[in-house]
């Protein structure tokens, strides 16, 4: 492998993403540490872009009395972690609040990934690995506010809380 410095964008192509088409499509390092690569450059676990940092995204789901708690590890690059968060959160929103400890593990799950979305969110965009191979970068998405399904998922504990109020006052 020849020890050529790295310059970003000297690579004739606008983004670098040289991996895009490599054969077999491997990109299996995942953010571990490899030896004879800085530590600075933490790849992320999806496309192998640059920077990254590590952070966890959680999910959750409720089912009356089962619960199921997911969560999803980086290390996350800009655009990777925003679309997580955002299919994590909005995910949760939908399917998080059908359970008693469910409606108070769901808010913070929310409260979580928001308080984590800031460390991705603050990344410089993404550019390709200077040592390792690297595709390019999930696209995030629309965001929250933008997507229905965290309106209806906002508007279910309401709804919930409405129907319960109902059905109390009827039955007294
Ligand atoms: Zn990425």
New binding site residues.
């Given amino acids: 492998m020849p020890s050529a410095p790295f310059h970003p964008g000297a690579q004739g192509t606008p983004g670098g993403y040289a991996g895009q088409q490599a054969p077999g499509g491997s990109f299996a390092h995942g953010g571990a540490p490899v030896p004879g690569v800085p530590m600075e450059f933490t790849a992320?676990?999806?496309?192998?872009?640059v920077p990254?940092v590590n952070t966890t995204f959680r999910g959750h789901r409720g089912l009356l009395v089962l619960m199921q708690f997911l969560s999803t590890e980086g290390p996350?690059?800009?655009?990777?972690?925003l679309g997580v968060f955002r299919h994590m959160t909005t995910r949760t929103l939908v399917q998080g609040w059908y359970g008693y400890a469910s409606m108070i593990i769901t808010p913070v799950t929310v409260v979580i990934n928001l308080i984590r979305r800031g460390k991705v969110a603050r990344l410089t965009p993404?550019q390709p690995h200077p040592y390792l191979p690297s595709r390019q970068?999930?696209d995030p998405g629309p965001r929250l506010a933008q997507r229905p399904m965290t309106w209806i998922g906002v508007g279910i504990p309401v709804a919930l809380v409405i129907l319960i109020i109902a059905i109390a006052s009827s039955g007294s």
């Fill in positions: 992320c676990r999806f496309c192998g872009s990254a996350f690059c800009r655009d990777c972690g993404p970068p999930m």
